[in-house]
């Protein structure tokens, strides 16, 4: 389900944060803004003002917006050129991804002081199971001010949470409770809390979706929960028929799964005008080798497959991939297999996007390394951790990719730094 803006923020007693919240073992915590808020709270100055963080160039998007400047119609994944006609005078920011991970991890540990139950959806949201923390914390409703005292406390960032018997409930609960708020929906009210929400609210149902219901006079859950169920099947086919049909009905029977593994790590970029060049395209497919590489080794994961995408100017996408027998979370080697797709490709045209992903993942502690022949038993790989430890500490602008790798304007030194 994407973020509705048709569900406001709660004021009827029946679902308010003292609300019965018994049977209602699921949490739904949901950081405000993040990104922006992030940025915030180490700029103190833009307290009160419009924020916007995002692309920055003509391409940009935006990926999290102040709620000053969601006063103005700004919203993620609008182009950022559309947001500065809305609101000219909020402050436009690039991401920074390090920044926001690192208060992900420390959000993330207070839901696990609480529950192990934690189930990530992304760096600002997730599910947590605490039925069995009650003993220890109370009810859910008392943990979940507990959660958001200490996120607000420890971390200076605010969260809504949303208190129910189901994950799908429990994240409505937490969108109409925003911002800094929180809201139980009691497992006997269920109905009365969904059926009056337009049909948009559902998981799985998008714009297209939401206009063939429509169609059909279905504009609320509760006009969907009554219609037949054959009549929804010709308008949508039979999985998501009986999908959306369970939900209107309050039905969603998914468990808080904690292990949520990644099956790949990637990262992209959009050039602001298109490129021919092939030494600008080598630089940036260097820095987002040196990206995805980071990355792998901050989630303890190595990948056999390189994939490379390129999106052409015309729009149309292209994708290649190579699999290798030893994984790796090395950037000189993701960007070497990355760089001989690119060259074998040859697209001749102007480019306006190129991405690199490592999929085939599995843990590194379980996957033994095998050297190359001739490879020195340190180098590559130890230098990029040296790397990454200096991030962490200084920020990964002082550390360029080039000068990690060695490569300079197409020019390689072969020989790997000494760590």
């Known amino acids: 389900m994407g973020r509705s803006q048709s569900l406001p923020r709660g004021g009827d007693p029946r679902f308010g944060p003292d609300a019965d919240d018994s049977g209602c073992p699921i949490l739904h915590v949901d950081m405000d803004a993040f990104f922006a808020s992030v940025e915030v709270r180490r700029r103190p100055e833009l307290r009160g003002r419009a924020v916007v963080v995002g692309g920055v160039g003509p391409r940009g998007v935006v990926s999290s917006a102040s709620y000053e400047a969601r006063r103005y119609g700004v919203r993620s994944a609008m182009p950022t050129a559309r947001a500065r006609a809305l609101c000219p005078h909020a402050v436009y920011l690039p991401p920074d991804f390090a920044q926001y991970s690192a208060a992900s991890r420390a959000v993330m540990q207070i839901f696990r002081?609480?529950?192990?139950?934690?189930?990530?959806?992304?760096?600002?949201?997730?599910?947590?199971?605490v039925a069995g923390a009650r003993r220890l914390f109370g009810s859910p409703a008392a943990i979940a001010r507990r959660i958001r005292e200490r996120v607000?406390?420890?971390?200076?960032?605010?969260?809504?949470?949303?208190?129910?018997?189901?994950?799908f409930v429990a994240k409505?609960?937490?969108?109409?409770?925003?911002?800094?708020?929180?809201?139980?929906?009691?497992?006997?009210?269920?109905?009365?809390?969904?059926?009056p929400l337009?049909?948009?609210?559902?998981?799985?149902?998008?714009?297209?979706?939401?206009?063939?219901?429509?169609?059909?006079?279905?504009?609320?859950?509760?006009?969907?929960?009554?219609?037949?169920?054959?009549?929804?099947?010709?308008?949508?086919?039979?999985?998501?028929?009986?999908?959306?049909?369970?939900?209107?009905?309050?039905?969603?029977?998914?468990?808080?799964?904690?292990?949520?593994?990644?099956?790949?790590?990637?990262?992209?970029?959009?050039?602001?005008?298109?490129?021919?060049?092939?030494?600008?395209?080598?630089?940036?497919?260097?820095?987002?080798?040196?990206?995805?590489?980071?990355?792998?080794?901050?989630?303890?994961?190595?990948?056999?497959?390189?994939?490379?995408?390129?999106?052409?100017?015309?729009?149309?996408?292209?994708?290649?991939?190579?699999?290798?027998?030893?994984?790796?979370?090395?950037?000189?080697?993701?960007?070497?297999?990355v760089w001989a797709l690119y060259a074998a490709l040859d697209p001749g045209e102007r480019i306006r996007l190129v991405g690199v992903r490592v999929e085939g993942l599995a843990p590194a502690q379980e996957t033994p390394r095998q050297l190359a022949l001739g490879a020195p038993e340190r180098g590559w790989r130890e230098a990029e951790a040296a790397a990454d430890a200096a991030a962490a500490r200084f920020g990964r602008s002082v550390i360029g990719p080039a000068s990690l790798l060695g490569v300079r304007d197409g020019r390689r030194n072969e020989n790997p730094p000494r760590p």
């Open 113 to 129: 002081d609480v529950t192990p139950l934690v189930e990530p959806l992304s760096l600002d949201e997730a599910f947590l199971d």
């Open 152 to 167: 607000a406390g420890e971390q200076g960032l605010t969260c809504s949470v949303g208190v129910a018997p189901s994950k």
């Open 172 to 195: 409505l609960g937490s969108t109409r409770a925003k911002p800094d708020g929180l809201l139980v929906v009691p497992a006997a009210r269920v109905l009365d809390f969904l059926h």
């Open 198 to 337: 337009p049909v948009s609210a559902l998981w799985g149902v998008g714009e297209r979706s939401a206009e063939t219901l429509r169609r059909l006079g279905l504009a609320t859950i509760g006009d969907l929960a009554e219609a037949p169920v054959g009549m929804l099947r010709k308008a949508l086919g039979e999985a998501s028929a009986t999908h959306l049909h369970e939900l209107a009905q309050g039905r969603d029977p998914r468990r808080v799964s904690p292990e949520q593994v990644e099956k790949s790590i990637g990262a992209e970029v959009t050039f602001d005008a298109d490129v021919a060049d092939p030494l600008e395209i080598r630089r940036a497919l260097l820095a987002l080798a040196e990206k995805v590489g980071a990355r792998l080794r901050r989630a303890g994961q190595v990948g056999r497959t390189v994939s490379l995408k390129v999106r052409l100017a015309d729009f149309r996408t292209v994708n290649r991939s190579r699999t290798s027998g030893v994984p790796t979370d090395v950037a000189r080697e993701i960007f070497d297999t």
